[in-house]
């Protein structure tokens, strides 16, 4: 079972932590991060990067573009070209981040603040398979959102929009009429027993996350102290989602399958839960254009 981990990170060791993680065991995005951090040019055009790197341009802008979604290179133009700026942080400690992400082991024993002690020690709970029913869906299996599956998979073309919006779009397309004010405390940003899944209406339980969080989505910008996704499923619900219109990292789909987990046993319920990252957002504004206007 996966183990929930709160990172409220944001110190020296767990930016080079979450640098290192984001450039794994990818070559080519290790390729590209050495083109912009290497040398003493502050600034990198993708022409440069191209130029040191043999790789299509295409490429280097997807690449690239992980690095500036993940806050750890600047995108801009220079001489009417897409270009990366160095961030000085990540100079000064560009040898200790490739070392990280090519050793797992020493990468396990790095200190950060969810990790203090070196490794990160699992709690193993045993639990009868029996009592376990859950489901990952995605957008396309929501009856609610049928008309979703007329739209082909794009690169997301519409502006972020804020959080009020998005969640009043979303109430529209379950016919769902009640008040939903935000406010600190709150376990959850929607709640609603009007959504269609497989033909049949189930109870669920939203977290948006709106054009004020930026970069890719992680445990630790869901929620204050990063309990975001444990205070939704307190709601009573069979089905969790959660939408951001961008990147989703895939430790939110991990910790979204422990809880439930968690919730199935205990409630002897079967429990779906689902990520809305950008492009599916971006697919539900197309074909729903009204109710996201």
């Known amino acids: ?17 979450n640098a290192a993680k984001i450039l794994g065991r990818s070559k080519t995005r290790k390729d590209v991060f050495n083109a912009i951090y290497g040398g003493k040019k502050k600034i990198k055009k993708v022409s440069d990067i191209q130029a040191t790197t043999g790789m299509p341009k295409v490429r280097v802008l997807q690449e690239a573009d992980k690095l500036q979604a993940a806050d750890i290179v600047k995108k ?29 082991k020493k990468f396990n024993k790095f200190p950060t603040k969810v990790n203090p002690g070196g490794l990160t020690k699992e709690i193993k709970i045993s639990l009868p398979k029996k009592s376990i029913d859950f489901k990952e869906i995605t957008v396309d299996d929501i009856d609610s959102f049928s008309k979703v599956k007329n739209v082909k998979h794009s ?3 519409s502006k972020p929009m804020a959080e009020k919006k998005l969640k009043g779009a979303i109430q529209k397309l379950m016919v769902e009429r009640g008040k939903f004010t935000d406010w600190g ?5 929607l709640y609603s027993s009007r959504l269609i899944l497989n033909g049949k209406r189930k109870s669920v339980a939203f977290a948006f996350k709106g054009k004020a969080t930026k970069g890719i989505l ?9 309990d ?8 009573p619900a069979e089905v969790y989602i959660i939408q951001y219109q961008g990147l989703i990292d895939q430790s939110v789909v991990e910790q979204m399958r422990t809880f439930a987990i968690a919730k199935s046993a205990t409630e002897g319920t ?10 599916d957002t971006d697919r539900l504004i197309k074909a729903y254009p009204k109710q996201f206007k």
């Open 228 to 235: 975001q996704i444990q205070r939704l499923f307190k709601s």
């Open 76 to 104: 801009i133009k220079s001489d009417k070209e897409t270009a990366y700026e160095k961030i000085d942080f990540y100079t000064h400690n560009k040898a200790q981040i490739l070392k990280l992400s090519n050793d797992k």
């Open 218 to 226: 992680t445990p630790k910008k869901l929620g204050k102290n990063g």
């Open 155 to 157: 690169i997301p073309a």
């Open 1 to 17: 079972m996966p183990t929930i981990v709160s990172n409220p990170s944001g110190d020296h060791n767990d930016k080079i932590a």
């Open 270 to 279: 079967r429990i779906y839960f689902c990520v809305i990252n950008g492009q």
């Open 185 to 189: 405390g709150e376990i959850n940003d």
